[in-house]
Each structure stands twice: as structure tokens, then as C-alpha cells.
């Protein structure tokens, strides 16, 4: 807004829309910066995977059991 000359600022600029919870707000966002549903569940897919493992790290055994089982789902966009 502040980049507009006086005489183009329009009320209609501002369109303030209510949101019942968090998420719902950071969905809205994420939506209108070009991120698709699809990609913030590829993203909570990951995160899961990655708690999957942190929590099987006891020891490197457990660790190479876990990467074998998720061996799939680590690949170079896992990094």
C-alpha cells in the first residue's frame, strides 16, 4: 500500500477475511502464495518420516532397519 500514489488506494485493497483456527489461517496463505494442498501434504509426509526416524535412532542398528524399511521414500528430495 504504501508503494501506491494517494490517489490509487482503493478501500477495496483490503479484503480482511476471518479464520476459525491457525491452521486454517496458514492454509489460506500458503494457498494464496501459489503453494497447493498437495505439496503441504508431501511436506507433512516428509516431516512424518523424519520423526519416524528420529525416534528410531536408539542405535545404528535400529536406524539402518528404519532406513531400509522407508528406503523408498528417501530419495534426493528427502535431502
Excluded at 503441504?40 to 516431516?47: I, N, S, V
Aim: proline content about 4%; hydrophobic content about 45%.
Amino acid at each position: 500500500m504504501d508503494g501506491l500514489r494517494p490517489e490509487q488506494r482503493r478501500a477495496y485493497l483490503f479484503q480482511p477475511k476471518e479464520f476459525l483456527t491457525l491452521n486454517g489461517m496458514v492454509e489460506a496463505i500458503l494457498a494464496a502464495d501459489g503453494i497447493t494442498p498437495e505439496m503441504m501434504r508431501a511436506q507433512q509426509e516428509l516431516a512424518q518420516l523424519v520423526n519416524v526416524i528420529v525416534r528410531s535412532a536408539t542405535s545404528e542398528e535400529a536406524l539402518r532397519a528404519t532406513a531400509k524399511a522407508y528406503d523408498a521414500q528417501l530419495d534426493y528430495d528427502f535431502l
